[in-house]
T-cell receptor, first 114, second 110 residues
Framework: GAGVSQSPSNKVTEKGKDVELRCDPI?????LYWYRQSLGQGLEFLIY????????KSGLPSDRFSAERTGGSVSTLTIQRTQQEDSAVYLC????????????FGSGTRLTVV | LAKTTQPISMDSYEGQEVNITCSHN???????ITWYQQFPSQGPRFIIQ???TKVTNEVASLFIPADRKSSTLSLPRVSLSDTAVYYC???????????FGTGTRLKVLA
């Protein structure tokens, strides 16, 4: 596609429920990243996929968070048993290499846990 | 990854040139300097990247002194639409764990 697409754009969920956030990167981009941005804060790295290599999951805050990337394209970030502190904007980005000339970000999914 | 320091906020008026300086005293030899712009309710957008001296594109210029311990993003003749948060990031080419601080919140006034 022309840009990075994320869905849903907004998600309100009850504490304890599971949620899935979707990212559709730019076609041909081999690298895909997930970041989290809390209100008024910078971006927090979560996970990185590069081609067929094992993902770097070192930024995931707890084992309630997981992500997969199917067929080297679409990625899904799953948060199990959501907590109020999970409320944030979840941003996905992709790049054609390792990020030499910057990432292209999606508009994010605003997650609110009530 | 090198830590960066930039002003929390800046105000400017339409038509003025805006310079945002970022300090990165611990920059490594293979580190590049990259700037992103973020509007409300959007993801950050790549603006410019450089290694040394000066880089210019259609959006901005990036000035990097010889010691590379700081850099300055220059936005010529800003407009209201340039109101955004600007992030300075430092890391090797291909870095994916870029550390995004809180950035500089630029407000352009009419």
């Amino acid at each position: 596609g022309a840009g990075v697409s994320q869905s849903p754009s907004n998600k309100v969920t009850e504490k304890g429920k599971d949620v899935e956030l979707r990212c559709d990167p730019i076609s041909g981009h081999t690298a895909l990243y997930w970041y989290r941005q809390s209100l008024g804060q910078g971006l927090e790295f979560l996970i990185y996929f590069q081609g067929n290599s094992a993902p770097d999951k070192s930024g995931l805050p707890s084992d309630r968070f997981s992500a997969e990337r199917t067929g080297g394209s679409v990625s899904t970030l799953t948060i199990q048993r959501t907590q109020q502190e999970d409320s944030a904007v979840y941003l996905c980005a992709s790049s054609s290499s390792g990020g030499s000339y910057g990432y292209t970000f999606g508009s994010g999914t605003r997650l609110t846990v009530v | 990854l090198a830590k960066t320091t930039q002003p929390i906020s800046m105000d400017s008026y339409e038509g003025q040139e805006v310079n945002i300086t970022c300090s990165h005293n611990n920059i490594a030899t293979n580190d590049y300097i990259t700037w992103y712009q973020q509007f409300p309710s959007q993801g950050p957008r790549f603006i410019i990247q450089g290694y040394k001296t000066k880089v210019t594109n259609e959006v901005a210029s990036l000035f990097i002194p010889a010691d590379r311990k700081s850099s300055t993003l220059s936005l010529p003749r800003v407009s209201l639409s340039d109101t955004a948060v600007y992030y300075c990031l430092v890391g090797p080419s291909g870095t994916y764990k870029y550390i995004f601080g809180t950035g500089t919140r630029l407000k352009v006034l009419a």
